[in-house]
């Protein structure tokens, strides 16, 4: 049995007290206080680190990477649930003394491997080996939290297009749809895919698009606008346009958009009193 194979045993046998010992260490530079559970844990998937370094000394560079990569995913999935309670600015405090702790874990091997017996080639193997491993660790623990914040941001960025164009009823056949914010290409392909067939649903006849909650208008925004009142135009909606406010016109006028196709008003109000004034003279006119 060579050196290598020795220290293996010994670091398998040893996972429990050096992992306890890093975990203390850890714990005196944390500018936050964990849990009792969470320590516990943290106790754990250390020992099971140093056990996978353990018995990983005598496989090659490729094969380690492929195992490590799987037994991190393994112990990443368990470990989400409890890492969520955190905010990014603990999970920052947790990450500050990773450089410190690495280096006490590395300076711990080296110090056993020796008492072992090693030699400074196999010293450095162990060394290079353990700080392989903690560094695809942190890396892929940053890249999966970075995925799951992805995630949460699209998520939230849905609901939030969802809120910024709501279909507000306000009389038989007549609605509302407030254009808030950007008017970008996500929430264009929002309301067309989205809100167009609910208005057609809801047998609405008359659709006030209101702008005052729009923050500009250009060409590109414009030509969405256009689309869409085609759109409704083919589903036989009648459209007005309101809430062009004075910096909206300056921008549309410097831009040189013809809005002059498109029925418009001052506000809400105005457009739904047109409206009605428009239904008594046909009535009068019957």
């Given at each position: 049995m060579n050196g290598i194979e020795k220290?293996?045993?010994f670091l398998i046998r040893n996972a429990e007290s050096i992992s306890k010992e890093i975990v203390e260490y850890n714990l005196g530079k944390l500018e936050i206080e964990l849990p009792g559970e969470m320590i516990e844990k943290s106790i754990t998937t250390n020992r099971e680190f140093l056990e996978f370094?353990?018995?990983?000394?005598n496989s090659a560079d490729e094969a380690v990477t492929e195992m490590f990569l799987q037994w991190h995913k393994k112990h990443l999935e368990k470990s989400q649930a409890e890492s969520r309670q955190f905010s990014f600015e603990d999970i920052s405090s947790l990450l500050k003394p990773y450089a410190e702790t690495k280096l006490q874990l590395i300076n711990m091997l080296a110090k056993t491997s020796i008492k072992q017996g090693l030699s400074a080639e196999e010293v450095i193997f162990v060394n290079n080996r353990t700080n392989y491993l903690l560094d695809l660790s942190i890396t892929q623990s940053i890249l999966e939290r970075e995925r799951l914040a992805n995630e949460t941001n699209v998520k939230n960025q849905k609901v939030i297009t969802e809120l910024s164009s709501p279909i507000v009823p306000i009389q038989n056949g007549i609605a509302v749809l407030p254009f808030i914010g950007e008017f970008d290409l996500h929430r264009s392909e929002h309301i067309m895919d989205r809100v167009l067939p609910r208005i057609s649903n809801l047998k609405i006849q008359c659709l006030i698009i209101d702008f005052s909650g729009l923050v500009t208008i250009d060409n590109e925004v414009a030509g969405r606008i256009f689309h869409i009142h085609k759109a409704l135009a083919l589903l036989g909606v009648h459209t007005i346009f309101t809430g062009i406010r004075?910096?909206?016109?300056?921008?549309i006028i410097a831009a040189g958009i013809d809005f002059t196709a498109l029925e418009t008003f001052g506000t809400v109000q105005q457009a739904i009193l047109s409206m009605s004034l428009h239904s008594q003279r046909q009535l009068h006119m019957s």
């Amino acid at each position: 049995m060579n050196g290598i194979e020795k220290f293996a045993i010994f670091l398998i046998r040893n996972a429990e007290s050096i992992s306890k010992e890093i975990v203390e260490y850890n714990l005196g530079k944390l500018e936050i206080e964990l849990p009792g559970e969470m320590i516990e844990k943290s106790i754990t998937t250390n020992r099971e680190f140093l056990e996978f370094v353990g018995n990983s000394l005598n496989s090659a560079d490729e094969a380690v990477t492929e195992m490590f990569l799987q037994w991190h995913k393994k112990h990443l999935e368990k470990s989400q649930a409890e890492s969520r309670q955190f905010s990014f600015e603990d999970i920052s405090s947790l990450l500050k003394p990773y450089a410190e702790t690495k280096l006490q874990l590395i300076n711990m091997l080296a110090k056993t491997s020796i008492k072992q017996g090693l030699s400074a080639e196999e010293v450095i193997f162990v060394n290079n080996r353990t700080n392989y491993l903690l560094d695809l660790s942190i890396t892929q623990s940053i890249l999966e939290r970075e995925r799951l914040a992805n995630e949460t941001n699209v998520k939230n960025q849905k609901v939030i297009t969802e809120l910024s164009s709501p279909i507000v009823p306000i009389q038989n056949g007549i609605a509302v749809l407030p254009f808030i914010g950007e008017f970008d290409l996500h929430r264009s392909e929002h309301i067309m895919d989205r809100v167009l067939p609910r208005i057609s649903n809801l047998k609405i006849q008359c659709l006030i698009i209101d702008f005052s909650g729009l923050v500009t208008i250009d060409n590109e925004v414009a030509g969405r606008i256009f689309h869409i009142h085609k759109a409704l135009a083919l589903l036989g909606v009648h459209t007005i346009f309101t809430g062009i406010r004075p910096d909206l016109a300056t921008s549309i006028i410097a831009a040189g958009i013809d809005f002059t196709a498109l029925e418009t008003f001052g506000t809400v109000q105005q457009a739904i009193l047109s409206m009605s004034l428009h239904s008594q003279r046909q009535l009068h006119m019957s």
